[in-house]
Each structure stands twice: as C-alpha cells, then as structure tokens.
C-alpha cells in the first residue's frame, strides 16, 4: 500500500493534481479512485505514474484513494481527506473590452519609463477567476497609479491616464532611520506589529492552498501558534526618499469611463473593480524595513509571569539593538533568550535577504548589523504606500461615490470577521495538536472548519459573489463538509474543541495509630484526576518528580516509623495517582503519619462558541 497520498485540501482551480508514493518495487501499476460528494468510490487511473490530474471543475467535495497492484492483486487502499473544489466562473474582459490591450501597450510603455518599486506582494491572478493577463505587476514591481484591490490585497492594473501631460511624479529626499521594540498583547496587535492587514483575503492552516496573495502576510500566517505564545517583534526601517503623483481633474482613462463605469450598473461596477481596484496608489516610500520576530512558548507560566518574562525580554533586547545597528549582547541576555526557549525569525522587505541564513538567537546581533550596513537604493524596496479613491469622473458629480464604484465597505468587515474566525480555528487547533488531543475528532473538525471560511472569504473577496458575503451569524454553508442548514458560526464552536487549562489540587491526611508491641499496618491508594477523562495532562507544567508530567506533588509530613512504610507518586492518563503504606513501630513510635498536596494539571476540552469581532 502506497504509504503517502496527498492533494491540496481546497483549490479554486478546475483541476487538481493527486500524487502517491511508489511501493519498493513490489507493484505494477496503481489504481486511483474518486468519491464525489455522497456518491460511489469510481476508478479514475489505472497505471504505473504515482501522479494524476483530477478534474474538478463540478464544485462540491471530492475524495480519493489508491492502492498498488501486481499480477497476484492489489493492497488495502490508502485514502485522503475530502478537498473541496471550489472553481469560479472565468470572466474574459477582454473580449467584453477590447480597447484593454491597446491600454496593456500604453501601459507597459508607462512601466518602462518610471520608477518601478519592488515588493513582496504576488502578481495578483493566483486566486481570482478574472481573466487578465498583461497588467501583472512587472518583474514584482509597482508603479504609482497602478490600482489597488483591497480585499485581495493586491495590485490590479493602472487605469489612470498617464499620457495626459498633467500627470506627474514628484520625488523628495527623506533618508531617515527607526526601530521599535515591541511586545504582541494579541493576535491582532501581531498583526499590525507586522504590517499585515487583516481586513483582506488570509487562509490559514490548509495544505497546498492559499488565499494569501499578499506575500507579506507570510510573516503573519508563519507565526501563528496556538494561544501560549509570546511574542516581540523588533521592527527597522530605513526610508531613502518619497515619490507621489499628481493628476489631472479627470485623471481615469477616457475609455474606462465611457465603457466600465455606468451609473447604478452592478456589472459595471464589478468590470471596474476586478481590473481596476478600489484605490490606486498615488505616493510611495523607497527604503528597507526589518521584522525579527522572538517567540517564546508561555505554556508552563501563569499570565502574570508570561508578561513579565516577555516585557523583560523586550527590554534586553532594546539595549542591544538600536536604529544604527547592534551592540554585544550580556551573559544575562544569553541566559534568558535560552532558559526561555526563545526562537527568532526574520522577514525583510528591501536590502540583502541573504544575511537571513544561519539566523539564530544567538548570532541575531550581529547579523541584524549586516542588514542593516546591506541597505542601499539599489536593493531598497516600498516600505511605506499611499492610496486614494478614484475621482467621481465631471460628468457624474450629481451621483453619490458609490454609484459609480463598487462598494466594498461592508464585504470588508465581514471578510475581517471570518479571518479572526479563523485564526481563532487555527489556535484551537494548534493547541488540540500540541496536546494530542484526540486527533481523530479534532483534526477532521478543524480541517472542515478551514475549508468552509475559505468558501466564505471567497463570496467576499470576489465582487460577483458579494450578494452571498455575510455576517457570521447569517450564514450557512455551501463547501460540502459541513450540513448546509447548520449555522456555520454554530457549527464551528460545537466541534473545533476550545481546550481550556485546568488545576485541581488535593490534601490529603493519613495517620495508622498501633500500641506498644502492637506494629500496624494500612495501605492507601490516593487519585486525583481531571474532571473529565477527555481531559489530557498539561506536560509543559509540573514540579519535582512531576516535572514535565503534569502534576506536582507537596510533601508536609512523612513519618513511617516501622518497616514497610513508604510512598510513591505517580501519574497515568488524566489522574495522578500516590500509594502509600504506613506501619507504626513495635516497640518505638506507634503513630505513622503521611501528609501532603498533590495536584494535577491538564487541557480539558469545551464547547465554547467562537468570538465574532465588531
């Protein structure tokens, strides 16, 4: 039996690629089968490739399983997970507008003749059904006036007129340098703390697919961990000169305004959209920036102690590092990056990526020095833009904005409130990973979850389906893995486990009274357990010979006079169990004591409904 079969867990594509592992030899071919929806398993490949390109252009879920063969039969079957094909409509807009390349050639003349400004965003097209082609970005640049998507966080093409004589760009000298030091209080302040924005298309948590078009939202989804982590991220940047454009009166494109924007036109609206943006951006920033991210898992410390260990950490590494470069760093700051546990990963926009290998914690002084001597305009990249709305062209001033545009306003506030939902999944289920909590019910929970906000942010990323984008509380799902008249919302705080810590401590007071010549003897058999058998024990936590299994144990009195006396701790499952046995002397002390405390810690799970921001 192949020992690996793997497929993307979602795709917007209407194929998908299904590879195997081979068997050593011991087969002849392989036979790959398909289950769509809640239909029959069907052959779909028989032959010697360990690769098949499935078609998946019907959306719905699809599994599939294979197993080897030879002259003598074929092996138990090796299946996947169910994916979920999710293929939009292809829109061509430019058999619709033909005039799009005559202004794909004025465009690429544009590009060619002005400052281009490098980013780490993805050429947009990844993801969209829109057919476009020609208005990537070039060579991963930007220009200013180029459109903006903001759902997708991506560039679309440049739409203003930039043959008009009235368009102009203007740079100035700024040549300026900071750094901050900065303690994450959450996930969202993560998130700004890293320039990533929230609010546009993020998908977390699911092999082999990613709405995240924006290249920088990786130093974001990379971090991401269950609840227990602490984080600092130390932000450089260094800012060369400002580049900002001027328009005309009119600055959109005659044909744009005459073709794609029509009053009250939804169509028209959605054309604009999806190849001009929402914004364009009209200024830019040349430079470098720096992201080092320290992080550290707080698991085994109380919320007091997480803060303070991180805020000191902080503080240490504020003394080391500065906007011009770094210092040595102390003993006392090696001591604490390692009883920590401490990793450190970087993320750069601008300078030379290179220094970034062999990056540790404890080189990170050093190498933070070579970035920052590496910045020149050469290797600088935007650290900072601009956007604006698009001007209401003269002739439509007596309708309201968004007549004229498409308004993505509200989509946007639902797509935030589904990636929160989602990033709160994520950390249910990283933490239900790092305990192993069942993970024959938590992982196909969490993977379903995933799959059903991806169709959900896709109804808001993409204008056509907006009709469909809602609140979370109004919405039911359509990807398949989960029933259709469950409440999505609903359905993920009944079956995402929230795993929740939990103490329970217990004393316990033995005394065995004999006589003189008279030795007695009992034994004791003391548990104490989790409130739950589902619960697990917490093994970051512990002290003595509980260190690291979960439960500590107090020792206020022993006294076992006689022979045969003693005690023992130990722990199994969600309990920790001590037994003991106290004999009073014959002829010496005739009272045997054991007092003491023990305490187990765990993860018990809980049905807790997610949280819905504002």
């Known amino acids: 039996m192949p020992e690996v079969l793997t497929y993307p867990a979602y795709t917007v ?31 779909v490949y ?9 078609n998946v252009q019907v959306p719905g879920t699809y599994r599939y399983r294979v197993r080897a063969c030879n002259y003598y039969g074929c092996s138990y079957s090796r299946e996947g ?114 320039d990533v924005n929230l609010s546009a298309g993020l998908s977390l948590g699911l092999d082999g697919f990613s709405l995240n078009v924006s290249g920088n939202k990786r130093r974001f989804t990379e971090q991401l961990s269950d609840g227990y982590q602490e984080y600092v991220v130390v932000r450089w940047e260094r800012q060369f000169d400002h580049w900002t454009l001027e328009t005309t009166a009119d600055p959109i494109k005659p044909d744009f305004v005459s073709s794609m924007l029509i009053p009250n036109n939804t169509n028209a609206k959605s054309k604009f959209r999806e190849a001009c943006g929402d914004q364009f951006v009209y200024a830019a920033t040349r430079g470098a920036r720096l992201y080092l991210v320290f992080r550290f898992d707080a698991k085994r ?25 770094s210092s040595g760093m102390t003993q006392e700051t090696q001591q604490l990056l390692s009883s920590l546990n401490v990793s450190v990963k970087a993320y750069s926009v601008g ?27 050469n290797n600088s990249a935007a650290v900072a833009t601009s956007m604006a709305h698009y001007d209401q062209p003269s002739q439509y001033l007596n309708y309201n904005y968004f007549q004229i545009f498409a308004d993505y306003r509200e989509p946007m506030e639902h797509l935030r409130r589904w990636n929160m939902l989602d990033v709160e999944r994520l950390q249910r289920c990283m933490l239900s990973e790092a305990y192993n909590y069942a993970p024959y019910l938590a992982r196909p929970a969490c993977l379903a979850g995933g799959q059903e ?45 929230s795993l929740e810590p939990v103490s329970i401590s217990q004393y316990f007071n033995h005394h065995v009274k004999g006589s003189f010549g008279n030795k007695k003897c009992q034994s004791f058999d003391d548990y104490t ?21 979960g439960f500590d144990h107090y020792l206020h009195m022993w006294d076992g006079p006689g022979n045969g006396s003693g005690w023992d701790v130990t722990a199994s499952g969600h309990c920790v169990r001590s037994p003991s046995t106290l004999c009073s002397s014959q002829f010496g002390d005739s009272t045997a004591d054991y007092q003491f405390t023990q305490t187990v810690h765990g993860q018990c799970p809980n049905t807790r409904a997610f949280t819905i921001v504002n």
């Open 13 to 43: 594509k209407p194929s998908l690629t299904v590879s195997w592992s081979g068997t050593g030899g011991w087969d002849d071919y392989y036979e790959l089968e398909e289950l769509q929806g809640y239909g029959y398993w069907h052959t």
């Open 46 to 54: 028989s032959g010697a490739s360990t690769h098949y390109t499935a």
């Open 81 to 194: 997970s169910a994916t979920v094909s999710n293929p939009a409509p292809v829109v061509d807009l430019y058999g619709e507008y033909p005039f799009l390349y005559t202004h794909d050639q004025q465009n690429a003349q544009y590009t060619s003749q002005t400052q281009g400004f490098n980013t780490g965003y993805a050429t947009q097209g990844s993801s969209s059904p829109y057919v476009f082609g020609a208005q990537d970005l070039v060579n991963g640049q930007f220009h200013l006036g180029q459109g903006f998507n903001l759902l997708k966080d991506d560039y679309a093409r440049i739409c203003l007129d930039t043959q008009n004589p009235a368009f102009r760009i203007v740079s100035n000298p700024v040549n300026s340098r900071s750094m901050t030091v900065t303690r994450a209080v959450n996930v969202s302040h993560l998130g700004q703390l890293l």
């Open 301 to 325: 410390f109380s919320q007091t102690e997480r803060v303070e260990k991180s805020s000191t950490l902080a503080l240490k590494l504020s003394d080391i590092l500065n906007a011009n470069g």
């Open 351 to 377: 300078g030379d990526p290179a220094w970034e290998v062999g990056l540790t914690r404890d080189n990170f002084g050093p190498r933070f020095q070579g970035f920052v001597d590496s910045v020149t305009t």
């Open 453 to 497: 906000l991806i169709t959900a942010k896709l109804k808001c990323m993409e204008t056509g389906s907006w009709s469909q984008c809602v609140h979370p509380l109004s919405y039911y799902p359509s990807a398949g893995t989960v029933p259709s008249s469950t409440l999505l919302f609903d359905w993920l705080g009944q079956n995402v486990t």
């Open 529 to 549: 357990c989790l409130p739950q058998s589902t619960c697990v024990r917490d093994f970051t936590k512990g002290s003595g010979r509980g260190t690291s299994q």
